[in-house]
């Protein structure tokens, strides 16, 4: 399973060959998330009584075959939380993963490691992500070699994707992380996560922390890459335009719930959910006539500990009545493929925004 | 022009001009050879090292051979280069054959305790939770007391002689060492490299090995050799006070503790010991100093 660049000519037009790898058919979403939660016990206070941070909570939604899904909300707001669940390296309290119509058993049989190694992650620390007492071939090579791969052949697939990547093998096998600009370091992220030949690369902030014309370098090379390799991203940031440039839905968390999820396009001129409004107005215009005075959103988010009751924005939202004190808004349609959880856009929920 | 440029700005291939060590060993060896001190330090280590183990070949004077007549004769004397003790003996003999005791109570007790300490640390940092807990708990409690204080404490109870001061300083090292240990693994362990590994489906033992052993190994190896010196200090300092080595063994420490009454009459004689444990522990030290840079591959 080399990784071999098909001719460029061909992936420029043509529709990406079926993946020989493709168990559901194309319609089948490459991974589903079923009402996924995850609460942390904080230490201390008596057993009884220990809080509790609720991380996510019964998050649903799917991921479909070839495209990007962006998720995007405020730090503290369970996206990393998700990306872990979503990788396996945190265990769900609840809920399912659904990988390619496979379910995702919550133990660790083989056939959980395989589907594991088909869901691959780039972090958004590219410096904490690599081991500094290893060469970049060596990292690169250890997935591989684990899988049970020979030395030969895990060197082998270290350097094809380090072409694949845009780094000289020639050069940069044998350097150490620290050697390598922050991009340079990014991009063996990136190649260490595809030496696994994963179908689904999920990307925790993983340009947030470059300078701006790198990070459009990486953008693009992931674009080519996910062409190329006919990959699925999980796009997490909260820079809202870059989500904008590589999604084609959006998924918008609060408080570790979904809020909104839908096209990007719907998403960006129609947001539904009064959150997804704010956190769109809060960008920033390339504008100076439009200069923002008044904070689109006041305070902080509360406490994941003590959520509010029934919807959770409930306590910043200007549209607030006495049904998002009782009752908390399930993710009703909103149009085509667009969905959004707030009583506001709902109509039968009570609401005195929408006709009974 | 602008062509001939971008041809400079992008050359196709370089053959890598950097000349790169062919592993991380031949890379540490490479950065100590450009380091001066710390390769006189191991020179001098290394001399006395040699010295001492063919001690019995060199031709020396019986260090135990008393004599009434030629007691604290003064260095340089003939037949005596160093000069003798408060009871006649060959100086020279005796630190040479004392550095055999002290040099064993310096390194034994450390070795014993990096590898029962460092095993326990790491398998305690690696695993985390109610074995974390367990084992460093434990480790507190031994913690709790001043080293040189526990040192005394264990061979008080034990009783002197040399197999009781070595089992005194490892008891003494392993927590520390544990203590190191596991503060290392954890942080090396929480980092993201760690989650990435995790990712590729490794089993906790290949991520042990392949990716914590690495960055955990060589800074225990470093503290580790810093205590050598304190070892040798403490284990002189129980043969001081009548714990460690019994006379007539020769020792440093207890060299120094015999010929302390002479400081006013022979004062080069009662400095020698003392000069010996000075030297040996600051190359010891100065030597872990140039170790831990060697071992990092950032330098």
């Given at each position: 399973m ?16 079926p993946d020989p790898r493709d168990v559901g058919g194309p319609r089948q979403p490459m991974l589903i998330a079923e009402r996924l ?23 649903s939604f799917d991921v479909r075959k070839g ?18 669940l979503l990788i396996g390296?945190?265990r769900p309290?609840s809920g399912a993963l659904v990988f390619d119509g496979e379910e995702v058993v919550a133990s660790s049989g083989v056939a959980v490691r395989r589907l594991q190694r088909s869901v691959q ?26 899988c ?48 696994m030949g994963p179908r689904l690369l999920i ?27 006919s990959l699925t991203?999980v ?122 | ?198 990712a590729t489906g ?98």
């Amino acid at each position: 399973m080399v990784v071999s660049a098909p001719p460029a000519a061909a992936t420029a037009e043509a529709p990406p060959a079926p993946d020989p790898r493709d168990v559901g058919g194309p319609r089948q979403p490459m991974l589903i998330a079923e009402r996924l939660t995850k609460h942390f016990t904080l230490r201390g206070g008596s057993p009884g009584r220990r809080a509790v941070v609720r991380a996510v909570d019964e998050v649903s939604f799917d991921v479909r075959k070839g495209e990007t899904l962006g998720i995007v909300g405020e730090s503290g707001c369970g996206k990393s939380t998700t990306a872990r669940l979503l990788i396996g390296l945190t265990r769900p309290d609840s809920g399912a993963l659904v990988f390619d119509g496979e379910e995702v058993v919550a133990s660790s049989g083989v056939a959980v490691r395989r589907l594991q190694r088909s869901v691959q992650m780039v972090f958004q620390d590219s410096y904490a992500s690599l081991n500094p007492r290893l060469t970049l071939q060596e990292t690169i090579a250890f997935g591989p070699r684990v899988c049970g791969d020979s030395r030969a052949a895990a060197r082998e697939r270290a350097q094809s994707v380090l072409r694949l990547v845009g780094l000289d093998p020639a050069l940069f096998a044998r350097r150490y992380p620290h050697e390598l600009s922050g991009g340079q370091r990014q991009r063996v992220n990136i190649a260490r996560a595809l030496a696994m030949g994963p179908r689904l690369l999920i990307l925790d902030e993983a340009v947030s922390a470059l300078d701006k014309s790198i990070e459009a370098q990486v953008l693009n090379l992931l674009q080519e890459l996910k062409a190329r390799l006919s990959l699925t991203y999980v796009f997490i940031s909260h820079d809202l335009n870059v989500v904008r440039f590589m999604s084609e839905r959006v998924l918008v968390m609060y408080l570790g719930k979904v809020v909104e999820v839908g096209p990007v396009d719907r998403i960006y001129d129609n947001p539904r959910h009064p959150y997804t409004r704010a956190l769109l107005s809060s960008r920033l215009s390339m504008n100076p006539r439009e200069r923002r005075t008044i904070p689109p959103l006041a305070g902080e988010p509360p406490s994941l500990i003590d959520p509010p009751s029934g919807c959770r924005f409930r306590t910043r939202c200007a549209l607030a009545e006495g049904i998002c004190r009782a009752v908390a808004p399930a993710l009703s349609a909103q149009g085509e493929d667009h969905l959004a959880a707030c009583h506001a856009a709902t109509p039968g929920s009570g609401h005195g925004a929408v006709a009974a | 022009m602008t062509d001939r440029a971008l041809e400079l700005a992008a050359p196709e291939t370089p053959r890598s001009w950097v000349r790169r060590p062919a592993s991380y060993w031949g890379g540490v060896a490479t950065r100590l050879a450009r380091d001066p001190v710390t390769l006189i330090c191991a020179a001098i280590l290394l001399a006395i090292v040699l010295v001492v183990i063919f001690a019995p070949l060199i031709g020396l004077d019986d260090p135990y051979q008393q004599s009434v007549v030629r007691r604290l004769k003064p260095p340089g004397t003939p037949g005596h280069l160093l000069g003798t003790d408060e009871l006649g003996r060959d100086l020279l003999a005796r630190l040479v054959y004392g550095g055999r005791t002290s040099l064993l109570m310096g390194f034994l007790p450390v070795l014993i305790a990096t590898l029962v300490g460092g095993t326990l640390g790491i398998v305690a940092g690696y695993a985390g939770g109610l074995i974390n807990t367990a084992v460093m708990r434990t480790i507190d409690v031994f913690y709790a007391f001043p080293s040189v204080l526990l040192a005394v404490a264990i061979s008080g109870v034990l009783g002197g002689g040399v197999r009781n001061g070595l089992l005194a300083l490892t008891l003494v090292f392993i927590p520390s060492i544990a203590r190191v240990s596991e503060s290392i693994t954890m942080h090396v362990s929480t980092q993201d490299f760690v989650d990435a590994a995790r990712a590729t489906g490794a089993y906790p033992h290949q991520i042990l090995i392949g990716h914590v052993l690495k960055n955990v190994v060589a800074p225990i190896l470093v503290f580790a050799s810093s205590l050598i010196s304190i070892s040798i200090v403490i284990a002189a300092g129980l043969s001081f006070l009548g714990l460690g080595v019994a006379p007539p063994i020769p020792e440093w420490g207890l060299m120094l503790s015999t010929l302390r009454p002479a400081i006013y009459v022979a004062p080069l004689n009662a400095v020698l010991p003392g000069v010996m444990i000075f030297v040996t522990s600051m190359c010891f030290n100065m030597m872990s100093d140039g170790f831990r840079n060697a071992m990092d591959v950032k330098a």
